[in-house]
């Protein structure tokens, strides 16, 4: 049976702006109150972006698992959230379709954020010996906020990953600074068996946390 479909365009992005209010704890001497960030869950509904090498394990399901701790721990340090994918967008979604980047972008133009990141996970089809997390950007005006995120995570994961900066879509809307957070790499094996660990991807929202409070600050 084909579900009927909510209309998911730029004029029924009311829909998300409904169920997805910009939350936090209302508390002015925790570190990011009055500060409003975006996080974007990548791929989701029919497009399950990469795959796990070993277990098959799908890369969306990762990124709405991090995605929501990240949020959390967001909310937790007073910050408002915007999420432009959740569980129950990814359900009404199924597989018959998936946000486009124009919807994506409405949800981030709409926020008037101070930062946006997108969740993602890596692949490399020339080398399973690769791993850690990687910094992608569009602006160089954001170069330098970009490369303490790299330091960070290479120091933290002993990793000597460099950023990669492209035109990437999804970072090309809004005026805030936006990065990719590629989390790890599904063809290394243990960047795969570590990102489906809920101790692991709390350490990765540790690590980002802290560098987000640093940047805002």
Do not use: W
């Amino acid at each position: 049976m084909k579900i009927a479909m909510p209309d998911l365009g730029i004029n029924g992005l009311k829909l998300f702006s409904k169920s997805l209010p910009k939350t936090s704890y209302a508390n002015e001497n925790l570190p990011l109150s009055g500060k409003t960030i975006v996080v974007d869950a990548g791929h989701g509904g029919s497009d399950s972006g990469t795959l796990g090498l070993m277990t098959g394990i799908r890369e969306d399901v990762l990124n709405l698992e991090i995605a929501t701790l990240l949020e959390s721990n967001l909310k937790k340090m007073g910050a408002s959230v915007v999420m432009t994918r959740t569980k129950e967008i990814t359900e009404a979604l199924r597989n018959e379709r998936k946000l486009s980047f124009e919807e994506r972008g409405a949800i981030i133009e709409g926020s008037d954020a101070d930062m946006m990141l997108s969740i993602h996970q890596n692949f490399n089809e020339d080398s399973s010996k690769i791993k850690g997390v990687q910094i992608l950007l569009r602006d160089k005006e954001y170069l330098d906020i970009a490369t303490q995120f790299q330091n960070t995570f290479n120091n933290a994961l002993g990793t000597r990953l460099n950023i990669i900066k492209d035109q990437y879509a999804v970072l090309s809307f809004g005026n805030q600074p936006s990065f990719i957070i590629e989390c790890g790499f599904l063809s290394n094996a243990e960047d795969e068996t570590n990102l489906q660990t809920k101790e692991y991807q709390e350490k990765l929202v540790d690590i980002l946390c802290d560098e987000i409070q640093k940047q805002l600050k």
